[in-house]
């Protein structure tokens, strides 16, 4: 016989937490990814949004030496107080770095990125001082940006022979198109600075080193938080250039999310331009 009450007061499911906590710490960009990640997550499983986003965990290589901050986020980014309403789940995950930026709905990701990740005034004011002292003209700027060194321990890294070559024809459809070089190798740097004397990068706001199998973050630890803004700027800086030229990881994942788009975009995946 069934023990079934009818007049049994049934248990409620628990409301979700308000608060989402994310903890993960890496490079800039893979917490960035890993936060977009469970913001959308919590969304997708509680139609909603947290009422609080705790990062205060993340970004632990960029806090200032000594700091007693609990959070550097607000460096970085400001909140849009403006709620997004759930029309079904939304597709994304940390590891769609190394999947063909294509295949992105941007459309949909798009207000997460606007709410949660908009550069704060600091790093907008970081881009126009760069903007300015760099004379830089989006409507004629292609950028070859290739993250190297560690990278190769996470994806195939393209050879810098493919980037000549994919820049050769970016110049031959554009004859006076400027190229801006953003990479962590000086090889890089010094090979394309010869190649192409219509060329140049950001002497002063950024760092690199010889080919090696680590990271500038690692060797210029105490450095990290001031150059952390500057990279931030940067990114959103390429992200607004005419031809982007790029390889596959959260860096360039990225640029193509502050940039809504594919459009002008080539990037390297599986050994080949895509």
Not at 145 to 168: C, M, P, Q, V
Request: charged share 20%.
């Amino acid at each position: 016989m069934s023990s079934w009450n009818p007049n049994a007061i049934q248990k409620k499911r628990p409301p979700p937490p308000t608060t989402l906590i994310i903890t993960h710490n890496s490079g800039f960009f893979s917490c960035c990814s890993v936060r977009l990640d469970n913001i959308i997550k919590y969304f997708n499983q509680n139609r909603r949004l947290p009422l609080i986003v705790d990062s205060s965990a993340q970004f632990d290589w960029y806090k200032p030496p000594r700091s007693h901050k609990a959070s550097i986020v607000e460096t970085y980014f400001t909140t849009d107080l403006s709620g997004i309403l759930f029309r079904g789940p939304i597709n994304y995950g940390h590891w769609f770095q190394l999947i063909d930026y294509k295949k992105i709905e941007f459309k949909a990701i798009q207000p997460f990125v606007t709410k949660y990740f908009s550069p704060s005034n600091e790093i907008q004011d970081i881009v126009i001082t760069l903007e300015s002292k760099y004379s830089l003209d989006y409507s004629n700027l292609c950028v070859l940006f290739y993250r190297g060194n560690d990278k190769i321990t996470e994806t195939e890294l393209s050879s810098y022979d493919e980037y000549l070559t994919k820049a050769k024809e970016i110049q031959e459809q554009n004859p006076s198109i400027q190229f801006l070089l953003q990479s962590d190798e000086t090889e890089f740097l010094d090979l394309f600075s010869e190649k192409f004397p219509n060329s140049f990068y950001f002497k002063d706001e950024i760092r690199h080193i010889k080919k090696a199998n680590t990271s500038v973050d690692k060797v210029f630890p105490q450095d990290n938080y001031q150059f952390s803004k500057y990279f931030l700027a940067i990114t959103l800086i390429m992200a607004k250039c005419k031809y982007v030229v790029c390889g596959s990881g959260n860096c360039s994942i990225w640029i193509a999310l502050y940039r809504g788009n594919t459009e002008g975009m080539y990037q390297h995946l599986h050994d080949k331009w895509i």
